[in-house]
């Protein structure tokens, strides 16, 4: 074994500020080496989320921590299926399925989103995107720094 086990604490890592989404990188080829698995917390402020994307090369889950949305399926066939989802909810998402997910509560939604292989957590890094997610306001807070609010 060439990787040691390790420990990520979120602020040990830099906070990814978008339009769309307040989050933080905890596994992946920059935060721990990982090329095969990549961890995002993600934080939807009621009324936002990720709009439809797709991940070409990896798979997806999506494990809601807290608050309340909907997330849309698109089917091979081209149907779509919205789901409630809440706390306690996982969402598998096959590699080449079109998705989307967004807070449909009051409060923040708080989600683990876990890629395999880690590709997509570079791309939120790079450009503030998550596998199709365009953001025109993207900025990069240091570890151990609170965001502030606009």
Not at 81 to 92: N, P, R
Request: glycine letters at 10%; proline letters at 6%; charged letters at 20%.
């Amino acid at each position: 074994m060439s990787q040691k086990q390790k420990i990520t604490h979120p602020d040990d890592v830099e906070t990814i500020v978008t339009d769309w989404t307040t989050a933080k990188v905890l596994c992946g080829p920059d935060v721990d080496g990982s090329e095969q698995m990549g961890a995002v917390a993600l934080f939807f402020e009621p009324g936002q989320g990720h709009s439809r994307h797709i991940h070409h090369d990896a798979d997806q889950i999506i494990y809601v921590v807290s608050g309340r949305g909907e997330h849309v399926a698109e089917r091979a066939d081209g149907t779509s299926v919205t789901e409630k989802v809440a706390a306690g909810s996982l969402i598998f998402i096959p590699k080449g399925h079109y998705h989307s997910t967004f807070n449909t509560g009051w409060e923040p939604m708080r989600v683990l989103a876990v890629f395999s292989p880690a590709a997509p957590v570079q791309a939120l890094r790079a450009v503030g995107d998550s596998g199709g997610v365009g953001t025109a306001e993207m900025r990069i807070v240091p570890a151990g720094v609170t965001p502030a609010r606009k």
